[in-house]
């Protein structure tokens, strides 16, 4: 540049590199430091020592639930999603928008609260306490209280990632589809399903990333009974609480990796697909 | 009646072929599966959020007010909710800074790296809580990177009200960065160089045209992560060391009743944390109507 | 009043503007007129000084302005999407440059607002001080871009595509507005348009730019009547380009005809074949292919007689001739 002067609308690149290098070294401190400790302190005895905790009986056991959980709670979320985004974008009806508020309530309420209120409902002290033993159902401190927490607190994932993306959408096309002669099933699937799936399966990964770590209400209803009913999270703080550091940084270091895995194809789906996101979750 | 085509209104023509095709009065859309997908929604809703929410209120109803705030007001529980509000309003007004300036960074300008680390920001939306918790627990510990470093000149983080705010600044920082990120994206470019003819310095045109144009959002994100960093627990419980009236947040509390099977107590400080948010977020929310209402 | 000199701008790889010299008086209401992509908004941004140029020097009233910054240029400048401050009322915005000034020159709160009111008038929006941008028109928001422009008391006011976000009667009527105003204020004005007729409408003296070059600079009785290059010709008003065999003087390759220049003749014309016949306005508009060699021709006939049949054959001949020592490569 011969010209000393910059354009009217920045700042001089002095300025500019100071911004930047603030807010890198903000995010560098904040967000970049603590994932690394993760995996600092997971592979700091080593490859066996790493392999030894995670592949622990205990640890596999709180692998497999972790999964099984997110594998009931996700395509549940993913059919309501579906199933709520239908009938708000393509339809008008009396206490639509109070229905999409609803939605997103399970959002504005504490993690710890969410765990709360199936305590409330299910737990021993509670109004179906009594009915439950008598049947000898188990719901919390047992897998079903889990399935109901995760699914609560990730209820709104899919449904608000679609809601947007089916009103752009609009519903020209299923109409066009129709007056050929498509049925219902026939114009989703080979119409609104293609229209959407860049935004479901966007959708699908911020819910499975929330449903797998989730902690405050799972530790709430799942009673930490280990190797029964402790997911990966509450899997964690055990062995942190239990000051085996090693332990807790190896399993904490597979949640991280997930972390990073979703985080690459939520970025790449942006990128390829032009989604735009405002505030997520 | 319009004759142009909206969503919402079916075209004439449309709506003919409807009627002589489906015969459905219900809804004047074409489309099928209206009754079976809202009523789906409604059921699994009703099922999921509404009946498990309605256990708080039918708890609460049912305590009696003079337990309410036994339990709800006892010092210990109002030590509890200054911690989380206090730190919870010090992450947020941290995030609203740094988030503003990391957006900032992210929209103006181009630098080796940026769409990676515009990635990154998002980071603690796909991190499990309680692996932050014990990563910032371990980092800020005496023995770990910084706490080793900033214990020598008097700065202890972690087991203080400071480190439960680095954790919530941790889970904020996105809220902040992602709402204002748009709407400065937005801002056309002609309003500052529009400023500039004007013979205002890049300083003023910061001040008196940038910020009143982002404010609403800016105030959006302070809100969402102000309200995140209230119920959090995850982060928190580690880095916070619990002690009860010191460094005992307010869910923490929660869990501990639940603990004892004091499932009212339990319910009697989820009520007054969920008022007291809804009240700030109320206020928040009038407060972005003023500086929203005159730029539809 | 103006004098830019050898002002060149070069965006990456892609040149858009080599070499620009252009002096304006005090006073003249210019119009820079050209193509998307003629540099003519370019050269507009870089007499702001919203865009800094590679090479030259812009200087206003004998001072070299080159280096100043934008705010220091003491120029008003009108955008084409108005760009006004959302979250201030009308008032607000007019007296935004006057509240930006440094302390010991910026007026008091009151006399700000007087000003903002002086020309609310001046702008014919008297009352509106207190409405918000979203709460005016395409029209009067243009207008409050250009009180708040005035607002600062510019040595020079410069708009870019002023009119381009405009339904075409308000376009119209603002444009009227606009000239009398100048002729009230006097105030030396720059203008960018791709609208021809808009340039020959409102300006002293038309700048016709193309591919980063000024083509001609002139009245606008000049550009429309004696054009000084084909592109001018071909982009100023309509034209025909005929070939140089028609009587051009030696040397001339190629011959450009306005569709009323040309008339209809018993004997001694180029035969035409008539194509397409309508009326335009107060003539007919005959479209033809020459007979020699296919060529579009557009002519316009007096109105007060009938006009040819489609499919005729008709002769005609140019009333007036203009030629250009070029071939028709830029047709």
Redesign the interface.
């Given at each position: 540049m011969?010209?000393?002067?910059?354009?009217?609308?920045?700042?001089t690149a002095p300025v500019?590199w100071l911004?930047?290098g603030?807010?890198?070294a903000?995010?560098a401190l904040?967000?970049?430091?603590?994932?690394a400790?993760?995996f600092a302190?997971g592979f700091k005895d080593g490859l066996g020592v790493w392999k030894t905790a995670v592949t622990s009986p205990d640890a596999l056991a709180s692998i497999r639930l972790t999964l099984l959980i997110a594998a009931i709670s996700v395509p549940?979320n993913l059919?309501?999603g579906?199933?709520?985004s239908?009938?708000?974008a393509?339809?008008?009806?009396p206490g639509k928008s109070l229905?999409i508020t609803?939605?997103d309530?399970?959002f504005?309420?504490?993690?710890?609260?969410s765990g709360?209120?199936?305590?409330?409902?299910f737990?021993?002290?509670?109004a179906l306490g009594p009915l439950l033993r008598e049947h000898d159902i188990k719901i919390i401190f047992a897998v079903p209280g889990i399935v109901?927490a995760t699914?609560?607190i990730t209820?709104p994932f899919v449904a608000r990632e679609l809601i947007p993306l089916m009103?752009e959408q609009?519903?020209?096309d299923?109409?066009a589809a129709?007056?050929l002669g498509a049925?219902?099933w026939q114009?989703?699937w080979h119409v609104t399903l293609p229209n959407i799936r860049w935004g479901l399966l966007y959708g699908v990964l911020?819910c499975n990333?929330r449903a797998?770590?989730?902690?405050?209400a799972v530790?709430?209803v799942s009673g930490h009974i280990r190797g029964e009913t402790n997911t990966?999270?509450?899997h964690?703080?055990i062995l942190?609480n239990e000051y085996d550091?090693v332990g807790?940084?190896a399993v904490?270091s597979l949640?991280?990796g997930?972390?990073?895995v979703?985080?690459?194809a939520?970025?790449l789906l942006e990128?390829r697909f032009d989604l735009?996101?405002?505030?997520?979750? | 009646m319009s004759d142009t085509y909206t969503?919402?209104a079916?075209s004439p023509w449309?709506r003919a072929?409807g009627r002589g095709v489906f015969f459905r009065k219900r809804?004047r859309?074409?489309?099928?599966?209206?009754r079976?997908?809202?009523g789906?929604?409604?059921a699994?809703?009703t099922l999921?959020?509404?009946?498990?929410?309605a256990?708080?209120i039918l708890?609460t109803l049912g305590m009696g007010w003079d337990e309410f705030v036994r339990v709800g007001l006892s010092d210990r529980a109002l030590a509890a909710y200054r911690l989380s509000f206090g730190t919870a309003l010090s992450a947020g007004l941290v995030n609203a800074f740094?988030g503003l300036?990391?957006a900032?960074?992210?929209v103006?300008?181009d630098?080796p790296g940026k769409?990676v680390?515009?990635?990154?920001?998002?980071?603690?939306?796909?991190?499990?809580?309680?692996?932050?918790g014990?990563?910032?627990t371990?980092?800020y510990g005496t023995n770990?990177?910084?706490g080793a470093w900033l214990e020598p000149h008097g700065i202890k983080v972690a087991y203080t009200p400071l480190g439960i705010t680095?954790a919530l600044?941790?889970i904020g920082?996105?809220?902040v960065v992602?709402?204002v990120?748009?709407v400065l994206a937005d801002l056309g470019?002609d309003v500052?160089?529009a400023a500039?003819?004007l013979g205002a310095r890049?300083g003023q045109t910061f001040v008196r045209v940038i910020l009143p144009a982002i404010l609403p959002a800016l105030l959006?994100?302070f809100a969402?992560a102000f309200?995140r960093g209230?119920?959090?627990?995850?982060s928190v419980i580690?880095i916070s060391g619990n002690m009860p009236g010191l460094t005992e947040i307010a869910?923490?509390l929660?869990?501990t009743q639940?603990e004892e099977?004091n499932?009212a107590g339990?319910?009697a400080i989820?009520t007054i944390?969920?008022v007291a948010?809804f009240g700030i977020?109320l206020l928040i929310n009038l407060l972005q109507a003023v500086t929203r209402r005159r730029q539809a | 009043m103006i004098e830019l000199n050898a002002i060149t701008k070069q965006f990456g790889e892609y040149p858009a503007l080599h070499g620009i010299d252009l002096s304006i008086n005090k006073g003249e209401f210019i119009a820079l007129l050209g193509p998307s992509g003629s540099g003519k908004t370019t050269l507009l941004r870089i007499i702001a000084?919203?865009?800094?140029?590679?090479g030259g020097t812009v200087a206003l009233e004998g001072e070299d302005v080159s280096?100043?910054?934008?705010?220091d240029r003491g120029v008003g400048f009108v955008f084409q999407q108005y760009a006004l401050f959302k979250h201030m009322n009308v008032a607000e915005n007019i007296g935004f440059g006057l509240s930006v000034r440094p302390r010991s020159q910026r007026p008091n709160r009151a006399a700000i607002r007087a000003r903002a009111e002086e020309l609310l008038g001046l702008v014919q929006l008297e009352g509106l001080g207190n409405r918000y941008p979203a709460q005016l028109s395409g029209g009067q928001r243009q207008r409050v871009a250009l009180a708040r422009a005035l607002a600062i008391e510019p040595r020079l006011l410069l708009l870019d595509e002023p009119f381009g976000a405009l339904d075409a009667k308000v376009r119209k009527d603002l444009r009227r507005w606009l000239r009398e105003l100048h002729g009230r204020l006097g105030i030396t004005s720059i203008f960018v348009t791709h609208d021809q007729e808009e340039a020959l409408e409102l300006a002293d003296r038309v700048v016709v730019m193309n591919q980063g070059r000024i083509e001609q600079v002139g009245t606008p009785e000049e550009i429309y009547m004696h054009p000084a290059t084909p592109f001018v010709s071909q982009f100023v008003g309509e034209t025909n380009l005929l070939p140089a065999a028609n009587g051009a003087p030696d040397g001339a390759l190629a011959v450009y005809v306005r569709p009323h220049e040309i008339e209809i003749v018993k004997s001694g014309g180029e035969a035409l074949r008539v194509g397409n016949v309508f009326r335009k306005g107060g003539v007919w508009r005959i479209e033809g292919h020459l007979a020699a060699d296919q060529r579009l021709v557009e002519i316009d006939a007096d109105a007060s007689s009938p006009p040819p049949a489609s499919g005729e054959t008709i002769l005609i001949r140019p009333k007036h001739l203009r030629t250009f020592a070029q071939t028709g490569a830029e047709q």
């Open positions: 011969s010209n000393p002067i910059t354009a009217s609308t920045t700042e500019r911004l930047i603030l807010s890198l903000f995010l904040f967000l970049v430091l603590p994932l400790e993760v302190e549940a059919v309501f579906i199933a709520a239908w009938a708000t393509k339809f008008t009806f229905l609803l939605i309530l399970p504005s309420v504490s993690p710890v609260v709360m209120i199936f305590v409330l409902l737990g021993a002290n509670s109901l699914t609560f209820f009103e609009g519903k020209d299923e109409e129709i007056s049925n219902g114009t989703f911020l990333a797998m770590g989730e902690f405050g530790s709430v990966m999270p509450p964690v703080e942190y550091f807790a940084f904490a949640l991280a997930l972390a990073l979703t985080l690459v939520k970025t990128w735009h996101h405002k505030g997520a979750h | 969503p919402t079916p449309l072929f809804s859309s074409v489309l099928p599966g209206f079976l997908s809202l789906f929604s409604v699994w809703l999921i959020v509404l009946i498990p929410l256990t708080i708890k740094a300036l990391v900032w960074v992210l103006r300008y630098f769409r680390i515009g990635a990154t920001v998002d980071l603690p939306f796909a991190l499990p809580t309680a692996v932050a014990i990563a910032l371990s980092l770990g990177w910084l680095i600044i941790f920082l996105p809220f992602r709402q990120e748009p470019k500052e160089e500039a003819t890049r959006t994100g969402l309200a209230v119920g959090e627990y995850g580690f869910p923490l929660i869990v639940l099977y499932y339990a319910t989820a944390m969920m948010s977020l | 000084g919203l865009e800094v140029q590679d280096r100043r910054k934008v705010a």
